[in-house]
């Protein structure tokens, strides 16, 4: 076998491959995945319906074995590969989804082409992007792959969905439009070719005709004093590439089963005798056209494998790079997987602190909540009507009891402020639960920004259980915390704050040294008992309050810090590791219990990693590409 015809095996044997892997023309399947098959050169057969599609093919393969009939005959794309053989070997046909079936009676390949289309599309007149692969082997075909497609129609005929036009229309573009497609667009004769619905396509995609060949059937069946020459020669529509004129089977031919090699040799004739075609009857025929299109689909693929093997090169480093992102599969061993296990937690464990740390956003919000929430709720607190002069009066009164005071209203003055005190206990909760909130929103964006869990969803589970489990705890001692810190102050009043204050004057005793006895209060003496006076108690009372406020304003951020930002750098999974260190193999089996979906895409990663290194490996072998 020569090195081209290697490649051209190489070729086939890669568009097999993608194929398998859901990577095919018809622009379905390839997911996120760089698509090799469309970076390779391949030979695209379009043409409306009845424009002779099926009897080129079969002349080309020489052999009798596409389905027939009215309307759409072929409703999925045929990825056909002639594979050259040595001279007296037997023909036989091979069907990618068959592998190891071999076809010798060509009448049960046309069979199995109806009976495979049917699979997917039913028994409807329905199309399908999914290719059939057919590979030929004989030693009366050359080297070359061909992609039949359903052929073009302007209206729908009964049984057919009423976008079919525009449905085959877009599956054939999907072929044509790549710049790696060769496109062989088969017109009748017998029609005028502008109203070519091959052609009309080309041109479209194609407008320079560098990649199409132009190729012309039922030169026989033309009105008698009529020809194709204008064609043919290209003064009536010139590519870059001749024309090719075909004669097909006679449809007595077709009815009679005449043998096709039999044909081959009535086409050859009907050129060399033709007086309009026989100065050029050695360019023309079904057999030059193979010779043509593999002659012309080697030099296209070695001009590029170079692109190919770049595109081969940047698709390993990104498949590899995809397989170390979702990690290698888990190993079997309990230890490994513990240790396995482990790992991802201190992974977490390591993101999470970034967070608090500021490595990451999130943390500053505590940092919020103690600079504006909890200021903001302090001064919300409803001391103004706690300390109105009514409820210092009822207050006052009731804390004296059947006995007024004195002098100063001890009694009052500590019922007041245990009262005002009393208030802090909420703005001191409501801390400790905005800090746990925001821990815990942490906790689920270190989840999800932990690559090496995402592979695992039931150790997510798991893991985001058991931490906020202990945010929860850390929590409840952080109330404990900050409650007592609020009771300490009511417990214990600061005397040196009210030995400070300004006293009342009290009037001095008069006595009456004559009669030893005291003196009637003066007019000027302050009434203890007036608004005044317990307008004085308030004040004091409010002055005391706004102390123990900016005391507590620092002291419970340090109490919230403390117990449960601190304990969550420390020990927001050690309850977690004392559980799993418990664990036997089968249940630490089921915490690696990966998304399916992830598994799939491994499974295809490796899978594709594994052709693209192979391709490239076959394509360096190659002799003239060194």
């Not at 989804?97 to 028994?123: C, S, W, Y």
């Not at 199309?127 to 075909?141: G, R």
Request: neutral net charge; charged residues 25%.
């Amino acid at each position: 076998m020569t090195t081209m015809e290697s490649l051209i095996g190489l070729v086939n044997r890669i568009q097999r491959a993608c194929t398998v892997l859901g990577d095919y023309g018809g622009g379905t399947g390839a997911n996120a995945f760089n698509s090799l098959w469309e970076a390779l050169p391949t030979v695209a057969v379009v043409g409306g319906q009845s424009s002779g599609k099926s009897s080129v093919l079969e002349s080309i393969v020489g052999r009798d074995f596409l389905p027939r009939g009215s309307g759409i005959v072929t409703r999925r794309p045929l990825v056909l590969q002639l594979h050259k053989t040595e001279a007296g070997t037997e023909e036989y046909a091979e069907f990618l989804h068959l592998p190891k079936k071999n076809f010798t009676d060509f009448a049960l390949v046309r069979k199995e082409i109806q009976d495979e289309t049917d699979r997917i599309t039913g028994k409807s007149k329905q199309i399908s992007p999914v290719p059939i692969h057919l590979s030929i082997f004989s030693p009366h075909v050359v080297n070359l792959t061909l992609i039949d497609l359903p052929g073009l129609t302007k209206v729908a005929v009964e049984g057919q969905p009423e976008t079919i036009v525009e449905d085959i229309e877009s599956m054939v573009r999907t072929y044509v439009d790549k710049p790696n497609c060769i496109i062989l667009a088969i017109s009748p004769a017998n029609q005028d070719i502008a109203t070519s619905d091959a052609i009309k396509l080309a041109k479209e995609v194609d407008p320079t005709g560098e990649r199409t060949f132009g190729v012309l059937t039922k030169l026989d069946l033309m009105d008698k004093g009529t020809n194709a020459l204008d064609v043919l020669e290209g003064r009536s529509y010139k590519l870059q590439h001749p024309w090719v004129g075909i004669v097909n089977r006679s449809q007595a031919d077709i009815n009679k089963n005449v043998d096709m090699m039999l044909a081959r040799r009535k086409e050859r004739e009907y050129f060399d005798t033709s007086p309009d075609y026989g100065h050029l009857a050695t360019k023309m025929g079904s057999e030059y056209l193979a010779k043509l299109l593999s002659k012309h689909l080697e030099s296209v693929i070695k001009s590029r494998i170079p692109s190919i093997l770049s595109l081969i090169n940047k698709s390993i480093e990104e498949l590899e790079r995809e397989l170390d992102r979702m990690g290698r599969p888990v190993a079997i061993d309990a230890g490994a997987q513990l240790y396995t296990i482990l790992e991802m937690c201190r992974a977490f464990d390591k993101i999470f602190k970034e967070h608090l740390d500021g490595g990451r956003p999130g943390g500053d919000r505590i940092y919020g909540v103690f600079d504006n929430q909890l200021p903001a709720a302090l001064k919300k607190l409803p001391f103004d009507r706690h300390l109105s002069l009514q409820s210092v009066k009822r207050i006052v009164s009731e804390a004296d009891g059947y006995q007024p005071h004195l002098i100063a209203p001890e009694q009052g003055y500590r019922r007041l402020i245990e009262g005002a005190l009393g208030y802090f206990r909420g703005p001191a909760e409501a801390s400790v639960d905005a800090v746990h909130y925001v821990l815990k929103e942490l906790v689920r964006k270190s989840i999800s920004e932990t690559e090496e869990l995402k592979r695992f969803p039931s150790l997510q589970v798991e893991l985001a259980a058991a931490a906020n489990s202990s945010l929860e705890k850390f929590r409840e001692e952080s109330k404990k915390s900050v409650i007592r810190l609020v009771d300490m102050e009511s417990a214990y009043l600061t005397a040196d704050f009210f030995r400070k204050l300004p006293q009342e004057i009290e009037r001095p005793v008069a006595v009456n040294n004559s009669k030893n006895q005291a003196a009637s209060p003066s007019p000027a003496t302050p009434d203890l008992y007036g608004d005044g006076h317990f307008r004085r108690i308030a004040s004091n009372v409010s002055a005391y309050v706004t102390m123990v406020a900016d005391t507590l304003r620092n002291t419970i951020p340090k109490a919230c810090v403390y117990c449960q930002v601190r304990q969550a750098k420390l020990a927001l999974l050690n309850y977690f590791y004392a559980q799993i260190s418990k664990r036997e193999g089968k249940q630490l089996g089921q915490l690696l219990d990966e998304d399916p979906a992830l598994m799939d895409r491994r499974l295809e990663c490796a899978k594709r990693l594994e052709l693209y290194k192979k391709a490239r490996d076959e394509i360096d072998a190659v002799a003239w590409v060194r």
